[in-house]
């Protein structure tokens, strides 16, 4: 593999402006966080390589070459990577990119969903972008015109960005009521209290109807929702847009880290006030059993895969700001067994437990049985996975399906034994807040 140095700009989204037009574009955007959550942004398109899978019927790309079969989607993607010892200071050393739906392990062909429950690129090539060094690299495996093309486009002058603001929304509808909604809720409180699960993190789905470009929604929303697990994909005529806090599982060097998300309150504009929010959620009993039970169930999902005695937990309940919204997180840490890649990794973890409940496979059902709409992309991932066994990979929150009218998203909260269902209402709507004034321009009432 080789890489080369292009001109570096503060804001990825200019090199995102010449590509993203591109099939397959995909663009992992950490907004300039320098801090622990991510430093890097990493751009490609047209990969040799595309699959796309609905339960077990599996789609496959390969330099211009279609085929469609039936197979178990991670043993078809595991013979694709290109593992090589050599290593590079960059966080991508071209392999894997894409998402994985919420349902990827037990979906059906006739789900309800539009999506492919798994869409993955295999990429040659990337720009990676590091805003601590203020660098931006081209990696790629082979010198061609496409390669070509990059270098100049990049280093031919100050290249600028635009802010078209090309869409408008309208139809904005939440599709459960306030009533239904609590009612659920009690349902979920009723299993709890009947010993089948100790939390389940229920949701709701919002639709709207769009005319524009997806691009410049995306643009304007990490203005707005600047998240450092971002990313924005384009599948042919189809789109994801994630503004994701929550990383999911990265792995550097054979060390693999975790860090779920569980207890949110609301920021508020008076910065004496918002601080006061900040000690709330630190010292609230509730929100800390949540997220306890989290870490112990991540704690035992790392496990299956990592070298006995190495899962520790480094960080518990740190509180983290955002645009909106304060998150309790915790951060765990373990060292990978030996031969363990990172597909293993995701069969081992996957879905991400602050976002299913505990215990997981019972939660799950519960989910299933109670939420009126399969998730799709909504609870997945979206990530790498290089050639390196090295991945990251956020959980798909605050994240946007788009077609080529319609777009939808979701949200929700983990149900405790304590929960209060009104509370739990209004916190699933703080948790997308942003996204509600900005799709019902500003009518929705709540």
Same mark, same amino acid.
């Given at each position: ?19 993203? #037009? ?87 062909? *006739? ?31 082979? #010198? ?28 904005? +509808? ?5 009533? #239904? ?6 349902? =979920? ?13 229920? $949701? ?20 707005? *929702? ?14 994801? =847009?994630? $503004? ?21 309150? +609301?920021?508020?504009?008076? +910065? ?31 496990? #299956?895969?990592?070298?006995? *005695? ?31 890649? !990172? ?49 990251? !990979? ?15 998203? $979701? ?36």
């Amino acid at each position: 593999m080789y890489k080369e140095k292009i001109k570096y700009y503060k804001n990825s989204c200019i090199y995102g402006e010449f590509l993203h #037009k591109d099939d397959w574009f995909i663009f992992l955007d950490s907004c300039n966080d320098v801090g622990d959550f991510g430093r890097y942004d990493i751009l490609s398109s047209n990969p040799r390589v595309k699959v796309t899978t609905k339960g077990n019927h599996i789609n496959v790309v390969e330099d211009n070459i279609v085929s469609s079969f039936y197979d178990n989607p991670f043993d078809v993607l595991q013979k694709y990577f290109k593992l090589r010892d050599n290593y590079n200071d960059l966080p991508f050393n071209n392999g894997m990119i894409g998402y994985f739906g919420y349902e990827s392990f037990n979906s059906s062909d *006739n789900s309800n969903v539009d999506f492919p429950d798994i869409a993955v690129g295999f990429y040659d090539w990337a720009i990676i972008v590091d805003h601590k060094k203020n660098e931006a690299w081209l990696t790629y495996e082979e #010198k061609n015109s496409t390669i070509e093309n990059i270098i100049n486009k990049f280093n031919s002058g100050n290249l600028k960005l635009k802010y078209n603001h090309n869409y408008s929304f309208s139809g904005f +509808k939440k599709n459960i009521s306030r009533d #239904k909604y609590i009612d659920n809720i009690l349902k =979920i409180k009723k299993y709890i209290s009947n010993g089948d699960c100790y939390q389940v993190n229920y $949701s709701q789905n919002f639709d709207v109807n769009y005319k524009g470009s997806s691009w410049d929604i995306y643009k304007d929303l990490r203005e707005l *929702n600047p998240a450092p697990y971002s990313s924005f994909f384009k599948i042919h005529e189809q789109f994801v =847009i994630s $503004s994701s806090p929550e990383r999911f599982i990265s792995i550097t060097n054979n060390v693999i880290q975790t860090k779920p998300i569980k207890g949110t309150l +609301k920021r508020l504009a008076d +910065k004496k006030l918002d601080l006061e929010q900040i000690s709330l959620l630190k010292n609230d009993e509730k929100n800390i059993s949540e997220n306890l039970m989290i870490v112990d169930l991540l704690r035992n999902d790392l496990s #299956k895969c990592c070298e006995l *005695n190495s899962v520790i937990v480094t960080k518990l309940f740190d509180i983290e700001s955002y645009a909106s919204v304060h998150h309790m997180v915790s951060t765990i840490v373990g060292k990978l067994k030996p031969d363990t890649s !990172t597909i293993d990794i995701l069969k081992a973890c996957f879905p991400g437990g602050s976002i299913t409940g505990a215990p997981k496979k019972r939660a799950m059902e519960i989910i299933n049985e109670l939420e009126d709409r399969k998730r799709g992309i909504y609870c997945g991932s979206i990530g790498y996975f290089d050639n390196n066994n090295n991945m990251d !990979t956020n959980i798909c929150i605050r994240t946007i399906m788009l077609t080529e009218d319609k777009l939808s998203f $979701s949200a929700g909260g983990g149900i405790v034994h304590d929960s209060d269902p009104l509370d739990e209402y209004f916190e699933s709507l703080e948790k997308v807040s942003i996204f509600i004034k900005y799709f019902s321009n500003g009518e929705f009432k709540w």
